[in-house]
C-alpha cells in the first residue's frame, strides 16, 4: 500500500476585483489573441475603456480572454499559497511576505495577492485576481448574452466559458477563505460560496451544448463535481464525476513572454531558491520507489537563506509549464471519495492502471482516498482544502525556520475587504 517515509532519502536522478469593489467606470480590457486552444497570446494592448465602450460585440472576444487570462494568473497563485500552507512548500528564505504564510500568522490577512510583474515577486494570496477574474467573468457574461448573437462569434462557447470559468474563480475563493464576500455584499460562508459555484457551472452546461463544445462541458462537470463533493452532495459530485471521459484536462497556460504570464512554481524553487519541498514530500515511496507522482531531488545544498537544506520540487520544471484545472484522473478521485469501498478501489486503480502504476491493494477507505489525493494532486491546489474538510491537523510548534506558527488554518478574508466593503 503506502510508506508516507520522509528520511532524507536521496534521489540518484541528475540533478481587480468585488473584494474591495472593482469599479466599471474605467475596466481595463486586455486585447490578446487566441489559439484554437485558448492559450493567451502575449501581445496585448492594454487600455482604459468607459464602461458604455464595453457594450459593444466587437469586444466580446477580448472580454472572455481577459477572463480567462486573470484567472489562469488566481489559479497559479492559489497553488502556490495552498502549498506554503500545507506544507508541501516549507520557506527558504528571509523574507517577510514568504514567512508570514510559512509561518500561517493572522498578518495575511494584510495581503490580497497580485499577478506577478517580475520573476523575483514573493508574495503570496490569490484573493485579487480571483475576485478580478469572477467579477470579470460575470460583467462579460451579462453583456455578451444582451448582444445579439449574430453579431458575436462563437456566441454560445464564450458564454460557456465564462459561466465555468466564473464557477471555478469562486471555488477558489470558497477553498481558501474562512469566509467571504462578492460585489460589496455582505459575508458568505464558505459553503454559500460552493453553492453559488455549483450554480455557475450548471448555467455554463447548457451554453457548452448548444456550442458543441465537450471540453467546456466536461470542465463544468468536474467543477460542479467539486463544488458538490465540499458540499458533502456525494451522489451528485459522483453522477457528474462520471459525466467525464477518460484522458480529459482543461490546462491552464503559461507562457514565458511577461512575468505575469510565467508559472510562479517554476520561479519560485529553479529561477530562485526559495521554497523547499515539505519535510512529509521529500520522500514518497510507492512500493519501495519514490512515488513519480511526488518528484524530489535532494540538492545537496541549502536554499536561498544559506541554510535550509534544499529539497528542489521536479513536477514544474519550466515556467511556462501548463497546469490542470480539471481533469478525470480528478473526476475519478471524487468518484472515490463519495462512493468508497470496491468503488473506490476501482476507480484508484483506473488511474494507477492510466498512469502505470503499481496497482492499488487497500480496501477504499477515506484514509486511503485522502492519501491517493495528497500524491496525485501534490503541487495542484487541493490540500489546503482537503486538511479543512476533513478536519487533518496543521503543524504545531514552531516552523523550520524556528517560528512560532499562528493561528491561520483557512485564510482569513483581507483587512481590505473589510475596511472598504459597507456591508461587513
Known sequence: MYSTESNLKQDTRKPRSGGWKLLLAALPIMVIGL?????????????????????????????????LGEFECAWVNYSLTNAILTEEFRSANGWRATNIWN?????????VGLCSNNRNQDSFGYYAPAQ????????????????????VPNYEQSLAKLKAYEGYALTLLGEGYCEMAVDGGPLMSR???????????????PHAQASGDETILHMANVGRA??????GDLGGAASDAEAVPQGFVRWAHYTSNQPRRENRIYNQTYFNDR?????????????????????????????????????????????????????WIEAQLIIAEARGGGEAVAAINRIRDYQDLPAYTGDGSLEDVIEERRRQFFLEGHRLNDMLRHNIPFPTGVTNRGDPYGPVTCIPLPEQERLNNPNI
Open 226 to 231: 467539486r463544488a458538490r463533493l465540499n458540499q
Open 132 to 151: 478580478t477574474a469572477r467579477f470579470m467573468a460575470r460583467d462579460g457574461y451579462d453583456r455578451i448574452s444582451g448582444f445579439d448573437p449574430a453579431d
Open 103 to 111: 509561518s500561517r500568522l493572522a498578518s495575511v490577512n494584510e495581503t
Open 275 to 327: 521554497l523547499t519541498v515539505g519535510t512529509e514530500y521529500e520522500w514518497v515511496e510507492l512500493n519501495g520507489d519514490q512515488d513519480p507522482r511526488v518528484p524530489v531531488l535532494d540538492t545537496e545544498t541549502t536554499g536561498e537563506d544559506g541554510a535550509t537544506h534544499y529539497f528542489l520540487q521536479e513536477k514544474v520544471t519550466s515556467p511556462t509549464q501548463d497546469m490542470p484545472i480539471a481533469s
Open 191 to 205: 459553503q454559500d460560496v460552493f453553492a453559488m459555484a455549483e450554480q455557475r457551472f450548471t448555467e455554463a452546461m
Open 35 to 67: 489559439t484554437g486552444c485558448d492559450r493567451l497570446l502575449e501581445v496585448s494592448v492594454p487600455g482604459a475603456a468607459e464602461d458604455s465602450e464595453l457594450d459593444n460585440p466587437a469586444l466580446s472576444r477580448s472580454m472572455v480572454v481577459g477572463a
